[in-house]
T-cell receptor
Framework: AQSVTQLDSHVSVSEGTPVLLRCNYS??????LFWYVQHPNKGLQLLLK????ATLVKGINGFEAEFKKSETSFHLTKPSAHMSDAAEYFC????WGGGNKLTFGTGTQLKVEL | DGGITQSPKYLFRKEGQNVTLSCEQN?????MYWYRQDPGQGLRLIYY???????QKGDIAEGYSVSREKKESFPLTVTSAQKNPTAFYLC??????????????FGPGTRLTVL
């Protein structure tokens, strides 16, 4: 069985400061891991995905995440926050088989202040 | 312009009524999914379909029904048996090639409110 835990339900940063959104996962097999972003009343957009090719994954809008198997973590980072980054972020795990089902974390709401 | 469309964007339903949410994709994806989103709970899987004329229940299928008569379309019916249907509903699709590394693509969602 797979699961994912997002350690913070809300994160607040100042514009121009670094962003860290934390995610831990549990998986019986080698997982695929994703980060999605959702702006209010919108669908989800893929930020980046881990596919076992490289442990440091770069995504869109300057975000990146590092897969650490020993820590079962996949934290999302960005060096400098922008006002447009304010949104909800979901960490997602997938295992092959069972219909390619995704398991979502409960989300982290990112607030960016001036 | 490839993508997933959902309609309507907002839907209001009286108690005891069935309503159908539309989901269409032109990405040529085999698999399609329906999720329900409630505040603070992430997304929960209602139904999914990996091929035309076949679908499986997800984690919270009670009170919902689906059909998959065409590859492009995966409508969701919220029946009167669903006790708490007010939520944001998201449809997604995915190619089934190359194993589990494929991301799902999401539509813009339908917000259903029961009056």
């Amino acid at each position: 069985a797979q699961s994912v835990t997002q350690l913070d339900s809300h994160v607040s940063v100042s514009e121009g400061t670094p962003v860290l959104l934390r995610c831990n996962y549990s998986s019986s097999y080698s997982p695929s891991l994703f980060w999605y972003v959702q702006h209010p009343n919108k669908g989800l957009q893929l930020l980046l995905k881990y596919t076992s090719a490289a442990t440091l994954v770069k995504g869109i809008n300057g975000f990146e995440a590092e897969f650490k198997k020993s820590e079962t973590s996949f934290h999302l980072t960005k060096p400098s926050a922008h006002m447009s980054d304010a949104a909800e972020y979901f960490c997602v795990v997938s295992e092959w088989g069972g219909g390619n089902k995704l398991t979502f974390g409960t989300g982290t709401q990112l607030k960016v202040e001036l | 312009d490839g993508g997933i469309t959902q309609s309507p964007k907002y839907l209001f339903r009286k108690e005891g009524q069935n309503v159908t949410l539309s989901c269409e994709q032109n990405l040529n994806h085999d698999a399609m999914y329906w999720y329900r989103q409630d505040p603070g709970q992430g997304l929960r899987l209602i139904y999914y379909s990996q091929i035309v004329n076949d679908f499986q229940k997800g984690d919270i299928a009670e009170g919902y029904s689906v059909s998959r008569e065409k590859k492009e379309s995966f409508p969701l019916t919220v029946t009167s048996a669903q006790k708490n249907p007010t939520a944001f509903y998201l449809c997604a699709s995915q190619t089934t090639s190359s194993g589990s590394y494929n991301e799902q693509f999401f539509g813009p969602g339908t917000r259903l409110t029961v009056l």
